[in-house]
């Protein structure tokens, strides 16, 4: 069932990838007008970007307490891999070379595990951040919470 979610995740990831391109193309859907089309477009990948959020209620929790070392914010990080996939949008100029890109990417963020950031997750308040463990382990924290200490940081209900 992980993998599942590890997939569905991914797609939500590289989801904006493939509408900075029908936006590029100029694209509506069926007899709609463009604006209409690009906001069904945004509309669209928010919509499953929630219901990844939603979905990972349902994962086992995880608790971190104590033996936190560093706590470091982790927004800007992934944000020029993603800045990236767009500019690879922009430069595309048929559809097989937007499934070939599409497929290329998606495999490389599946396997380097960069499906768990996904800038709309900002939208919906999370930030991210990176965990180091006083054993060196550095985890890879998505929260609502602010985190400005490590001073009693806990995290009771983490997702894995």
């Not at 971190?64 to 982790?74: N, T």
């Not at 595990?113 to 006083?134: A, D, E, R």
């Given at each position: ?54 979905l990972s209620r349902f994962l086992p929790d995880e608790t971190i307490s104590g033996g936190i070392k ?91």
């Amino acid at each position: 069932m992980k993998w599942l979610y590890r997939i569905l995740l991914d797609c939500n990831a590289i989801s904006l990838f493939f509408v900075v391109y029908l936006i590029k193309e100029h694209r509506s859907i069926m007899l709609m007008k463009i604006d209409v089309s690009y906001a069904v477009y945004l509309g669209v990948i928010i919509f499953f970007t929630a219901i990844c959020l939603f979905l990972s209620r349902f994962l086992p929790d995880e608790t971190i307490s104590g033996g936190i070392k560093e706590v470091e914010l982790a927004d800007g990080s992934y944000l020029p891999s993603f800045l990236g996939y767009f500019f690879v949008a922009l430069s595309i100029v048929d559809d097989i070379t937007l499934i070939v890109m599409a497929v290329v990417i998606f495999i490389f963020t599946y396997y380097s595990q960069t499906l768990y950031f996904n800038p709309l997750f900002l939208v919906f308040g999370y930030k991210f951040y990176y965990i180091t463990m006083n054993n060196g382990m550095r985890l890879f924290v998505l929260s609502r919470k602010r985190i400005k200490s490590i001073d009693g940081l806990r995290f009771d209900s983490l997702k894995k």
